[in-house]
């Protein structure tokens, strides 16, 4: 059984009990160097991932006998390895039935409940390995973004200044950990600090109106 399992976003606490018993059944933990770091204690085998999905695909198919815990940031499904799995095993008819996924809490609805946010009419997106549509995204009155090194609070203000709109910016960086930093500011704040390095990062975008 393969089991991707969302472990939040950071600290220990925010994980469920449902992720917690499906580690500690398992014979196997996969992840990121990060994500298996949080388990020390782990006396299974351990893979990490890196670039090579493909080669991952595979070696799920040849071990899905196993119990196989594949670790996942947040919510596994939410622009993550989640999607990636499932799709697979459906597409190649190999074995969906010996897949399952444990959903976590992700940055962005950590980040909400911080700042009292509520979610019911936010547009929830990514930037990790893409460039998103600003001119659909800047349509929306909320929009939340999960983002990377390329596409970051100092681009997605750019990106509202030159589309002609004052959006305010939540920034909550390190989400759940000791050194979380969550701040609100104007686009143009955030526009001339171009010198600025933001950690780990999701941005929600508010229009000012």
């Known amino acids: 059984m393969i089991t991707v399992v969302g472990i939040g976003p950071g600290d220990t606490a925010n994980q469920t009990l449902a992720a917690l018993d499906a580690i500690e059944q398992a014979e196997v933990l996969v992840g990121g160097a990060r994500h298996l ?3 020390p204690h782990f006396s299974g085998e ?39 799995i499932a799709a697979h095993f459906s597409a190649r008819n190999v074995g969906g039935e ?4 444990i959903s976590g809490i992700s940055s962005i609805q950590y980040l ?16 990790h390995g893409r460039k998103p549509d ?7 009155e909320k929009v939340a973004m999960v983002t990377d090194e390329v596409i970051g609070p100092y681009r997605i203000a750019q990106e509202i200044l030159a589309h002609g709109q004052q959006r305010h910016m939540v920034i909550g ?33 508010l229009n000012e109106r």
């Open 134 to 140: 600003f001119d659909w995204l800047l349509q929306h």
């Open 37 to 39: 770091a949080e388990f």
């Open 98 to 101: 010996n897949v399952r996924i």
């Open 46 to 84: 351990t893979r990490r991932v890196n670039a090579d999905m493909d080669g991952l695909m595979l070696w799920l198919e040849q071990h899905q006998h196993r119990q196989i815990v594949v670790l996942a940031s947040g919510d596994p499904l939410f622009y993550g390895i989640g999607k990636r």
């Open 173 to 205: 960086e390190n989400l759940s950990q000791e050194n979380e930093r969550i701040v609100c500011l104007n686009a143009e704040q955030v526009a001339q600090r171009g010198d600025i390095h933001y950690g780990l990062n999701v941005v929600v975008i």
């Open 112 to 127: 909400c409940a911080r700042i009292l946010l509520d979610m019911n009419d936010i547009y929830l997106t990514s930037s």
